[in-house]
Nanobody, 128 residues
Framework: QFTLVESGGGLVQPGGSLRLSCAAS?????????ISWFRQAPGKEREGISC????????TYSDSVKGRFTTSTDNAKNTVYLQMDSLKPEDTAVYYC????????????????????WGQGTQVTVSS
């Protein structure tokens, strides 16, 4: 069974930082090729944030996080990270990681390409 588990969410003040982790297990290394991050705020549609391939390349889909969020991968640990800096109240959401195959969808494809597997989500709240 293919499993993705997010961790690292919590409450942080505006301007603060958090690092989310997405640990993948229960599969062989060739079963997935890319991991994406999404978020969904209350009353809003789910938003694609970024995607990273095992070679470290990928895309940032959301203009609102460019320059503040960084996605990275540690293949030895089968873990992908989302470093979130300069957090704003509007970043408050449930954050999900998901596995994409065979590769990261291009930005114009993100809304129509559905990941093959999802994590359970982790809450991020930015508030003073």
């Amino acid at each position: 069974q293919f499993t993705l588990v997010e961790s690292g969410g919590g409450l942080v003040q505006p301007g603060g930082s958090l690092r989310l982790s997405c640990a993948a297990s229960g599969f062989i290394t060739s079963d997935y090729h890319a991991i994406s991050w999404f978020r969904q705020a209350p009353g809003k549609e789910r938003e694609g944030i970024s995607c990273i391939r095992k070679d470290g390349n990928g895309y940032t889909y959301s203009d609102s996080v460019k320059g503040r969020f960084t996605t990275s991968t540690d293949n030895a640990k089968n873990t992908v990270y989302l470093q979130m800096d300069s957090l704003k109240p509007e970043d408050t959401a449930v954050y999900y990681c998901a596995a994409d195959a065979p590769t990261c969808p291009r930005p114009h494809e993100r809304s129509i390409v559905y990941p093959v597997s999802w994590g359970q989500g982790t809450q991020v709240t930015v508030s003073s």
